[in-house]
């Protein structure tokens, strides 16, 4: 056509001049400019037969160019600063553009010399490096770039090389700079688009400056340098790389740059395809290889690039050789990173053994070495783990672990450094560390596992001058970041199992010892300590003792928190130990060390005792008498090396002289004792030092405690402690002195002195446990203290109640006399020969009994101290001040209540004046127990719940609300409740517990729901504990019941220990039956949504199994209030678990109770719509007819009826009702048969056949399969309702089998190792006799689905069972509803085809609703649904415009997906899955059966890898552009309209 035109026009003139002149005359529009591009590329083709215009034409060329289109051009460069360029006008003036530089170049050519194409480049390239990337000149840079695109093929490469090397340059230097979004990115994709392969085709000078520039070394390197470097690369791929079949003599008389042999040019490939935020970036990087492969394979001359270290393979190569084996490497290495675009792991994982493929080829089989960089096996790593997906980044993570498992890899410093780097990153993900489907929870993390493995391999691999660079790098990285607690913990483990090396100087001690205080920012204790643990054994397996001193050893051990993972005692601590002993000697030794008189002891004992000494001397720092108190850290430093190190004795004179350890401690602790004994006489002590001495008095006090105990109570004692503590009581009277001086005289008078009173008091207690142990004496120097304390506590306090002004000593002096006063009052309960004072109250519980409970301190008045704020701000603050000072009034009411508790009354009102206010008069007390509790904070608590126990009958349901909120308050109090309450139960009286049953019906529905992460957190500790005394951590924290399970156990075991037969026992069992009836009803009445294992089915299954726990004990009478309930219950709709554990109650009660029979025949006259499915759960019940008539003798009336309700029922329309019918009918006949009831001969025929016919069923189907299913099913199979009553069932095996998440299984063991409660005298039924326990869960579930409220009566309700036996038959009870469509559509013309689409796996309602639209529209016969339901939708009506009244709708749901499938394969379907595979063919050359039935993916996950087996075939959309993808409505209306048009070819009618 543009032939034709711009022949027409030169058949008007021959004159060039003037055809061009009237073109150029009027204003530019496209279509002008356009005509002139066409007449001056006719012209120029003349011109080059040789049949041109003469002379005239190259003038009349110069003058077009110069006078009317580069003004043209420089006239519509202008454009608005940051406006978008995409409107209509943008692109009317792109076009003239384009129209106007292709009319340049053919001006250039046809100007008759150089001349016009050197002056236009010169003066368009000062218009681009004028206008650069600045904002609002981008259209200039356009102009200038077209210009120079338009006459850069036109100057000559050996004369304009200047010119051209100035314009490559200009132009990368704009490419390159594109590496932020806005102008500069826009400039640089025009460059790169349009001038750079006009320059490229000029070839020499331009395209080597151009390369030049690339792998210039000094050029700019970085992430943000791969983008734009790919883009000029990709750009020029064709010149860069060698052309095959151009003639050889042109290539060498004329070679280009060849980037296959540069490794810069590579290291940018290889960032490219790791690029996880840019698949445009990555998609370059893919064709660049790919192109370099193809070229290279084609040339068939070696080839390689030089090493970028100048050893090892090369990061590209090619040998003609071997280039079958070269071919199928890169092959696969392309698929599988084009794979990896899918972000699927069911198209990427059948790919990955082609990774495995791939190290094949790298390794060299002859002398082991790497024939392929590893840097490529890497980027598929790193692309894998930098996934959005994290099943692939696990994916990926666990097949990196695994390869030092399966193969023997070479030495790879890049191996190092990713292992470093991308790996280590992808580890601090939680997730990747959860369990396997199936695993057990507490089994441990299989990635944590194969992580651990993967390690000591790799370290044992490494040469070793690596090691050790390559383990201080690996734990610097753990320093690098905040990492969580589960990942931190796993790597600390696997740096613990290393063997014993010496790797690590003083550089890796701090390196571990930051690692150490990066773990305390996690929040989970266990997992903390753990890895404390392991961080200390890493050590102690890794560290080099000749590179580290002593010093170095102890600043290590001390970032260790010892509460958390380092008691002494334990087998972490003996290890230590042991490590000093054999390396003592080994240590380097500091320059200013010296023995100090110990020389003949080792260098442990001489550090020590130099530690010690320098620890005691008073410090040149000095402060007043108002100086803040020391930190603790020195203390516990000191304190913990003197037991290190005198353990260390004792294992080396364990066969030797006893008597030297004692001699050694002696030698530590004498300036300690000295400086203690000089406290109560020495008034000029410095107070520094007095702080300094007690706190490493408290801290080897509380240090040297054993931690290994096997009981909890008896912490035991060996021969340091026992010396230790001798010591220390020398000391008792010189101390306790001092304190009694500093606590009554009001010396303590700032913020900063509350430290020190906490300080002393703890002393004081130390001291008092001290005396109690070894036997208490009256004259003992505590006993001269005590007395003295608590008067003077209790005077001050009554001097503050008298209105004085609160000052800030005041105030501070309240406080300490309020904590002297609950120390006293500690003592005193443990040791009640401190209680001076008669057992009538007297003047000290008349002031403790009157206290104002919770009363907040006045804050003090700031003009008589103005360093008050500042004080109280770098210490604890008033309100924690205050908190303390409520929760020692809480201490000291607990005492007054224990002493008193015979007094407090029933009632207040038997009390007219009470002497002691607190203890008579409860209910007050108890209100401000609970305004105490919100506001204290979590640790100060249990004073006020120790209150709370003699008055907690006020406020269970408080307590209750509470625990939701406060972790462990529920422990705590169903524990003590239950305890207490068994008492009394002993004494045949419950009448405490039964004015509380709110408070067991709680306990025993209690429980939480976790999150996925908290679940995972849950595990992981599981794990920790089921290690036990292998992790010290587990023997230093306290057990605080963390157990969940705690409170249901409690609550269950003291269930089990109430007697039936008692009445206060009867009566409180009754009531808490109604309650958890009433309960369930509640909620199934619900509209919360109730699915498998939500909070909801949690709930109901907890009520039902405390029920099934209570019914040996109920009557026949209580049983007559509740049956009609309990029938109910069977005729909603529940999940399995709920509904095995109805029909077991209901088989129990008419086992034992026959007289409920005709209520329960009743049940299945109840109407069957109303029924529906829930009919199952009492067919299941008849199932077990024998164990309901064991004890009838005369059974031939009930058989008889039995079988008249059976018979009816499988006469059913439902397909699973007739399964659970024939299951009963066949149990019952047996009855019969073995009974010979005569009556029933008459049906003998009948339920014979049937009973055969349904057993020798032909052919595989789903009939035969589902009976077989369920007749194998353990309800029916194994499971008996009488041997297998059990805790272990009712608790562990049923919800275990029927499918119940994990949380809620409570194994045995739990019943037993709590021991708050007692167990019952009938123990042995905690275990079930029966073959139960062995069995798996199966794979046929009874569960009803929806709610049998709000349902259409002509819409199906679903089981598990029915879904699985061609359920979508339901969804159309019969062939009308398909003939009502039909026919619909016969009367509107409309024709249908063979077409079926399923969309099951879709989950949008607007793709449902698109979908229906347009399978409606194209005639397809029936579109197939995961949920009906999904038609009331507003968005799914808006999309499909009433389309859904007018096509068939099927409801399969995606687990019934596979029988659908095969279903419609036996009837000559063939099955076509649109999906992107390995072996997925064009849709453009795929012809569709008329028998065709689409499968649709989901719209993140596509078609799993389950359901991709059953396909015939997968059908691909070809694409041109850089998305992976279309949209799943998109992909089915392009797949539904290529069937519809290739079944309109085949009957002849393309025009309908």
Known sequence: MEWVLADALLSQSRDPRVLLGALCCEEASAERVETLRFLLQRLEDEEARGGGGAGALPEAAREVAAGYLVPLLRGLRGRPAGGADTGPAARQRRRVMRAAGAALHSCARLAGGPHLAAALAEEALRDLLAAGPAPGLEGAVEAAVEVLAAVGPCLRPREDAPLLERVARAALALALGGDEAGPAEGAAALVAGRLLPALGRCGGAALRAVWGGLVAPGAPEGPGRVEPKLLVLSALAEKLLPEPGAERATAARDAGPDARRCWRFWRTVQAGLTRAEDALTRKRARYLLQRAVEVSAELGADCACAPQEGTGPSLFWWSEKKKDELLKFWE????????????????????????????????????????????????????????????????????????????????????????????????????????????????????????????????????????????????????????????????????????????????????????????????????????????????????????????????????VRQEESFGRGTSLWRELCDWLRVNESCFRRPSTCSSIGLHETSSLNAYVKNLVQEYIKSPAWEGGENCCMPDWLEAKLVAMMVLLAIDVEGMKSQYSEKRRTQNVLRIFLDPLLDALVKFGTNAYMPLLKTDRCLQLLLKLLHTCLLKGSSTQDVVPTDEVCTLLQNFVMSTTESISEFILRRLTMKELSSVSDLDRCHLYLMVLTELINLHLKVGWKRGNPIWRVISPLKNASIRHLQEMDRGQEPTLGRQIQRVVSMAALATVCEATDQKPELQLDSQDAGATERFLSSLQLNQTLQKPHTEEDGSFFEESSSSQGWGKIVAQYIHDQWVCLSFLLKKYHTLIPASEDEILEPILPAVQMPVRTLQSALEALTILPSDQVLPVFLCMKILVPKIMYRIIEMSTIKTGVFNILISYCCKSWIVSASNVSLSTAKNYSELVYEACIFGTVFRRDQRLIQDVQTFIENLGHECAANIVIE???????????????????????????????????????????????????????????????????????????????????????????????????????????????????????????????????????????????????????????????????????????????NFSIRLYALVALKKIWSMCKTLHIEELDALTSIIESSLNQVENMHGAGNAKKNWQRIQEHFFFATFHPLKDYCLETIFYILPRLSGLVEDEWIAIGKFTRFTDIPLDAGFQWYLSPTQLCELKPGDWSQQDIGSNSGEADNESEWSDVQKKIIPWRNSVPDLDLELVFQDRAAKLGKSHSRLIVVASLIDKPTNLGGLCRTCEVFGASALVVGNLQCIRDKQFQHLSVSAEQWLPLVEVKPPQLIDYLQQKKAEGYTIVGVEQTVKSLDLTQYCFPEKSLLLLGNEREGIPANLIQQVDVCVEIPQQGITRSLNVHVSGALLVWEYTRQQLLKQGDPGS
């Open 332 to 559: 696969n290495y392309i698929l599988i990173m084009e794979t990896l675009e899918g972000n699927q792991i069911h198209v990427i994982k059948p790919v990955l053994p082609k990774l495995n493929n791939l190290f094949e080829y790298a390794v060299s089989e002859e002398n082991g070495c790497w024939l392929f960089h590893p840097s490529w096996h890497l980027c598929i790593y790193k692309r894998m783990f930098e996934s959005e997906n994290k099943i692939l980044t696990k994916e990926g993570v666990t097949h990196f672990l695994e390869l030092c498992e399966t193969r023997v890899l070479p030495f790879s410093a890049e191996f190092s450094e990713f292992i470093i780097g991308p790996l280590m990153d992808a580890l601090s993900e939680s997730s990747l560390y959860s369990r396997s489907p199936g695993q057990l929870i507490g089994s441990g993390s299989p990635l944590g596992l194969k992580l651990q493995k993967f390690l000591v391999t790799y370290i044992s691999l490494l040469p070793e001058e690596i090691k050790s660079s390559f383990l201080l790098k690996f734990i610097q990285k753990m320093t690098s970041r905040h990492w969580c607690a589960i990942p931190i913990l796993f790597l600390c483990k696997a740096l613990a199992n290393i063997p014993r090396c010496k790797a690590l100087g003083i550089e890796g001690l701090l390196a571990l010892r930051d690692v150490l205080q990066c773990t305390m920012i996690t929040h989970q204790i266990l997992l903390r300590g753990a890895a404390q643990c392991y961080l200390l054994q890493a050590a102690m397996n890794l560290v080099d003792v000749e590179k580290v001193s002593l010093s170095d050893v102890s600043s290590l051990v001390m970032s």
């Open 1039 to 1213: 057990n605080t019941k963390r157990e969940d399970h705690y409170v249901r156990i409690c609550a269950v075991k003291f269930l089990c220990l109430l007697d039936g037969s008692n009445m206060s026992h009867k009566l409180f069992m009754e009531d808490l039956a109604i309650k958890l009836l009433e309960k369930d009803e509640l909620v199934s009445k619900s509209r919360t949504r109730y699915y498998v294992n939500s909070q909801q089915h949690r709930v109901k299954n907890r009520i039902w199994q405390t029920l099934l726990v209570l019914l040996p004990r109920f009557d026949q009478n209580f049983l007559n209030r509740i049956i009609d309930k309990i029938f109910q219950a069977g005729f909603i709709s529940n999940q399995a678990s709920i509904k095995y554990f109805i029909e077991w109650i209901i088989i129990l009660i008419l086992h034992k109770f026959p007289q409920f029979l005709p209520k329960f025949w009743d049940c299945f006259s109840y109407g069957e719509e109303n029924l529906k499915t829930s009919i199952c759960t009492f067919l299941s019940a008849l199932s077990h007819l024998d164990i309901i008539t064991e004890n009838i003798p005369e059974k031939k009336l009930i058989l008889k009826q039995a079988l008249i309700i059976v018979l009816h029922w499988c006469f059913n329309h």
